[in-house]
């Protein structure tokens, strides 16, 4: 079980933005850090009763979690694919045409994309809801039900594999990517996206409703930077490119509570800091 409570969410930002003013971010004066003590304060005394008790997670796999969360994936507003989608597309336009591999490719967006682009398109994801959404979505692909320790295709049968914002639910990186090298052909490229670590403890943590309305939390590993390469440099992947976009200003950052009750808090705790970590590989 996981305790999560509003108010510590809501301090919690204060601290970040507190931690980034005593480092130096530019802006964050002593009027700003006043202002984050005396709110601190204000959380206590005020909204602290507002905002009522804390809750108890539980926990679920990713297939029952994407069971629930496929029917309003793709809904306009999500705002670490706005974030991601288009760095990762830069990318891809780079590449040329062949046989690609979307690997965890649940509703399809990035199928989608590359097919638009000529790909001859293969779909692998655990979810036979987000599978039902894909097929949907490209009608021209390939889709199989499958896991990405054990890819159902051959060795060397694929020209560029894209794994994205999945990776964060397996507990070591290095099986996966071994089967991602293992159906490249040799130079082939395998492009990466993840929430990045820093966003998991701004409540990025991927989560459903439970049965009795309490959130459930999908499986959620904190890979660092490092752990990508530790994992692709001895199967012989080459970096060739990383980026790490940042969250944008945003008016709703942290969410309602924390428009309500923090929002300049919020704003510095999120803004610039690190969304999404984006890999571009190719094997020899």
């Not at 009763?49 to 306009?76: A, C, F, K, M, N």
């Not at 999500?78 to 891809?92: A, D, G, Q, S």
């Not at 896991?147 to 990186?173: F, N, R």
């Not at 439970?210 to 199967?235: I, K, M, T």
């Amino acid at each position: 079980m996981t305790y999560q409570h509003p108010l510590a969410f809501l301090v919690g930002l204060e601290g970040v933005a507190l931690l980034r003013a005593f480092a130096g971010d530019e802006g964050l004066d002593r009027a700003f850090v006043q202002a984050r003590l005396d709110e601190v304060r204000r959380l206590l005394d005020e909204a602290a009763p507002e905002l009522g008790d804390g809750v108890e997670t539980g926990h679920v796999g990713t297939v029952d979690g994407y069971r629930i969360w496929s029917q309003t994936y793709d809904d306009p507003g999500n705002p670490l694919i706005e974030v991601e989608e288009p760095v990762v597309h830069r990318i891809l336009d780079e590449l040329p045409a062949g046989v690609a591999l979307d690997a965890a490719c649940g509703t399809g967006r990035h199928a989608e994309y590359l097919a638009a682009r000529e790909h001859q398109v293969i779909g692998v994801d655990s979810s036979p809801d987000m599978l039902d959404r894909a097929r949907k979505r490209v009608p021209d692909g390939e889709f199989h039900e499958g896991d990405l320790h054990a890819l159902p295709l051959p060795d060397g049968s694929v020209d560029l594999v894209v794994c994205a914002l999945a990776l964060t639910h397996v507990p070591d990186l290095a099986p996966v990517l071994s089967e991602f090298a293992r159906v490249l052909r040799p130079g082939g490229h395998l492009v990466l996206s993840d929430i990045h670590v820093a966003s998991l403890y701004l409540g990025g943590v991927a989560h459903t409703a439970g049965p009795d309305g309490r959130p459930d939390l999908l499986p959620a590993s904190r890979h660092l930077v490092g752990d990508y390469l530790n994992a692709a440099v001895p199967l012989g992947l080459r970096p060739v490119r990383c980026e790490e976009p940042r969250w944008p200003a945003n008016p709703w950052a942290g969410g309602p509570q924390a428009k309500q009750w923090c929002p300049d808090a919020a704003a510095a705790a999120y803004e610039a800091t690190p969304a999404a970590v984006i890999w571009h590989f190719q094997r020899p």
